[in-house]
C-alpha cells in the first residue's frame, strides 16, 4: 500500500523560499501510472491544489501561485518536491502530498492517498 | 476559477440518524465532483468520486448524489466515527480544482 511522507523546514522567514519534499514508499513514482500533487490548507483559505507534477516532469500549476510554484521530481530517491518562492504569511498552511491515477491516459483528478501534512509557518 | 460552496457549515446529528451534506458549484461541473472526509489532526481521505462512485473501502452508508451545480453526500444511519469535517472538490474545469470550505458534522 503506497504512502505519502512530506518533509522540510516548519518555519520558514517572509521573502524567503519554502522547500518541501514528499517521500512515495510502497510504489514507485516512475511507474507511470499516476500524477503527483501538492495541496495545502489554512483556516483562512481552506483547501487549496497548488500544482501537480508527472514522472517525465510535466507539470500544471494553480494559475495563482504559478509564478511563485515550482515542482520537480527526483525518481531515483522516489521523491518529489515543492518551492513557493516569495513567501508571506498568507502562504503559512499546512502542506499535503497527494496522488492522483492516471489510467489509460486520462488522469482520475481526484486525490487518493495523502500524506499526513506538515505545517509550515511564515514568520521571522 | 469554480467556486465551490458548502452548506451547512456545521450539521449536528445524532448517531443512528441520516446526516445530508450539500455542496453547490458557481457553475456546472457536470459529474466532475469527489468528497473527503477529514478527522482531526488527519489528512483528508476520498469518499466519493464522479459524484456517486464510492472509493475502495468506503462504506455502503456513504452515498454521493447529484450533477451540475447541485452535490448531495448522504451518510444513512450515522456511525461515532462519521463526526467529521467533509470537503467537496471540482475537477471540470481545472486548473485548478477547487474545494469546498467544508462541513463540520457534530454529535447532537
Known amino acids: 500500500q503506497v504512502q505519502l511522507q512530506e518533509s522540510g523546514p516548519g518555519l520558514v522567514k517572509p521573502s524567503q523560499t519554502l522547500s518541501l519534499t514528499c517521500t512515495v514508499s510502497?510504489?514507485?513514482?516512475?511507474?507511470?501510472?499516476?500524477?503527483w500533487s501538492w495541496i495545502r490548507q489554512s483556516p483562512g483559505k481552506g483547501l487549496e491544489w497548488i500544482g501537480y507534477?508527472?514522472?517525465?516532469?510535466?507539470?500544471h500549476y494553480n494559475p495563482s501561485l504559478k509564478s511563485r510554484v515550482s515542482i520537480s521530481v527526483d525518481t531515483s530517491k522516489n521523491q518529489f518536491s515543492l518551492k513557493l518562492s516569495s513567501v508571506t504569511a498568507a502562504d503559512t498552511a499546512v502542506y499535503y502530498c497527494?496522488?492522483?491515477?492516471?489510467?489509460?491516459?486520462?488522469?482520475?483528478?481526484?486525490?487518493?492517498?495523502w500524506g499526513q501534512g506538515t505545517l509550515v509557518t511564515v514568520s521571522s | 476559477e469554480i467556486v465551490m460552496t458548502q452548506s451547512p457549515a456545521t450539521l449536528s446529528v445524532s448517531p443512528g440518524e441520516r446526516a445530508t451534506l450539500s455542496c453547490r458549484a458557481s457553475?456546472?461541473?457536470?459529474?466532475?465532483l469527489a468528497w473527503y472526509q477529514q478527522k482531526p489532526g488527519q489528512a483528508p481521505r476520498l469518499l466519493i468520486y464522479?459524484?456517486?462512485t464510492r472509493a475502495t473501502g468506503i462504506p455502503a452508508r456513504f452515498s454521493g448524489s447529484g450533477s451540475g451545480t447541485e452535490f448531495t453526500l448522504t451518510i444513512s444511519s450515522l456511525q461515532s466515527e462519521d463526526f467529521a469535517v467533509y470537503f467537496c472538490?471540482?475537477?471540470?474545469?481545472?486548473?485548478?480544482?477547487?474545494f469546498g470550505q467544508g462541513t463540520r458534522l457534530e454529535i447532537k
Open positions: 464522479d459524484a456517486s
Open positions: 510502497g510504489g514507485s513514482i516512475s511507474s507511470g501510472d499516476y500524477y
Open positions: 472538490q471540482q475537477y471540470n474545469n481545472w486548473p485548478p480544482y477547487t
Open positions: 457553475q456546472s461541473v457536470s459529474s466532475n
Open positions: 497527494a496522488r492522483s491515477q492516471y489510467q489509460l491516459l486520462v488522469i482520475e483528478h481526484w486525490f487518493d492517498p
Open positions: 507534477i508527472y514522472y517525465s516532469g510535466s507539470t
